[in-house]
């Protein structure tokens, strides 16, 4: 496969190639910790990817064999967040969180190293994570003073059961990528060398089935995790498909043509 650069970033890494887009955090030597300019960026680069009707699949990774993503960046977090070179506080990794959820393409984590604190959440709101067998994941904001009590617990204790979100959250302990794929974290366990090829092969394989049905599956996911939220996503992605059909435009074109609307020939299904 060969990766195209999409645009140029400072923090991040954005390819595409044959309907997959591969989003890379790009700062190996603090192990992919994000300061804002990163999540500004990755916003960036995943709204870039929702209007690429060529884009089916992301994939989500970090650069280098160390760390998929080691949360916030410890060096600039100050008083009430993050502080960029705006000088402004800011979680605006929160608002990832969001956007990777609300995507309506299927997002893959591929974690080698470590996925720690924020980074660890990150993978968690992927749709899918395939991990290196040197993979390790935690949390530690109890450890630093921190925590993610949004997607980080809720949406943690969804995935792998109450008892075992607590113990991850209030002991603060580090679990191999095995222990990981045991509690229902992860979706395949694979040697470092196969990672990317792993991700690749799981992407094609999306991308082989129709789109609609699996835009509407992920919103599906999220319904109820998301309350009203979700519903709003999962009723736009009905409106959208409702937009494609004669009656609608109907309603449209007796307005445009100042008539009343004929729906009569408009079947009321069961
Ligand atoms: C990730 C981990 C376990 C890796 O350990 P190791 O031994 O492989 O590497 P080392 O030596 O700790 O780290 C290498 C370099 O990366 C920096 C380190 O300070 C070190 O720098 P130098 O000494 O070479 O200059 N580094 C690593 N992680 C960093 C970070 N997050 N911020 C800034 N620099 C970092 C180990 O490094 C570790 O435990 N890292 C910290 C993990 C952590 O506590 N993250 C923050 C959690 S809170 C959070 O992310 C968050 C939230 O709770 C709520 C909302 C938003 C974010």
Known sequence: IFWEKVCDYEDIIYEKAQGIAKITINRPEVRNAFRPKTVTELIDAFARVRDDAEVGVVIFTGQGEQAFCSGGDQRVRGQGGYVGDDKIPRLNVLDLQRQIRLLPKVVIAAVAGYAIGGGHVLHLVCDLTIAADNAVFGQTGPRVGSFDAGYGTGLMARTIGM???????????????????????????????QLQQEAIDWAQEILAKSPMAIRFLKASFNVDTDGLAGLQQMAGDATMMYYMTEEAHEGKNAFLEKRNPDFSKFPRLP
């Open 163 to 193: 008892k075992r979100a607590k113990e991850i959250w209030f002991l603060c302990r580090q679990y191999s990528a095995q222990e990981a794929y045991d509690m229902g974290l992860v979706n395949k366990v694979v040697p470092l060398a």
